[in-house]
């Protein structure tokens, strides 16, 4: 397998996981983080994306279904591939850590998954690389797709990660509609959870930062829906 990555995206990151919810919630924040995520959900396919593919970085789930994560990278290592892999593991034990050293990766992270503590591990093995579109902006309100930070009428407002991703999946779609819904599985990765108020939660914490005194909403509470971004 060539070692070559391809000139025409950004940094491809595979992912190789059989839970698609954690899958989803990866490939959010490396896309988030600049990167190109490709997810893949059993071995014959991950092994296809990395040949397509040639990523820059590969992501394994250790136990995937009823196969050995390992497998797949002793296998991608004797077709060649020298860029990184990183093995998802479950618990932290000597035996563990040496399993995935003999299996040619290069480092491991511990479930339960952390954005926070994943993307500063990604960071170590590949550059940040910033989005084509570096800013996304809604009347006097800017996010900087770079640094993470919301700017409105001057103001410097910062955000935790998952704030970030909230608002900048409202400010991708201006006034339009998002069901709940749509929120949990494009900004949590998961499917809708019933009465979960997490986005409530969220939803306030962001008007609290964005809709300083005297500024106008920006985040209108659509009833029995959802949430939109627009003006009154």
């Not at 990395?50 to 394994?60: D, G, K, M, W």
């Not at 002793?74 to 399993?99: H, K, M």
Request: hydrophobic share 40%; net charge negative; proline share 3%.
């Amino acid at each position: 397998m060539s070692a070559n990555i391809s000139d025409n995206h950004n940094l491809c990151v595979l992912v190789v996981e059989s839970d698609t919810a954690l899958a989803a919630t990866i490939g959010n924040d490396l896309q988030t983080a600049g990167f190109n995520p490709v997810l893949a959900y059993n071995l014959q396919d991950a092994w296809q994306q990395a040949t397509q593919h040639h990523p820059a970085l590969v992501i394994i789930d250790r136990t995937i279904s009823t196969s050995s994560g390992l497998d797949l990278c002793n296998q991608l290592r004797r077709g060649g591939y020298r860029q990184p892999i990183l093995i998802l593991v479950s618990r932290d034990t000597v035996e563990d850590r040496v399993a995935c050293l003999d299996a040619g990766a290069d480092d491991y992270f511990l479930k339960p998954y952390r954005s926070d503590v994943f993307l500063q591990r990604i960071h170590l093995y590949l550059p940040p690389k910033a989005v084509k579109n570096e800013q996304l902006q809604f009347g006097e309100l800017i996010l900087d797709l770079a640094t993470r930070r919301a700017l409105r009428n001057g103001r410097e407002i910062d955000l935790t990660m998952k704030e970030f991703e909230l608002l900048r999946y409202l400010m991708s779609h201006p006034r339009e509609t998002l069901t709940r819904e749509q929120i949990l599985e494009n900004v949590w990765g998961y499917e809708f959870m019933g009465a979960s108020n997490v986005i409530e939660v969220y939803v306030r914490y962001l008007r609290l930062k964005i809709e300083d005194e005297g500024e106008k909403r920006l985040i209108q509470t659509v009833r029995g829906v959802g949430y939109v971004l627009r003006e009154n």
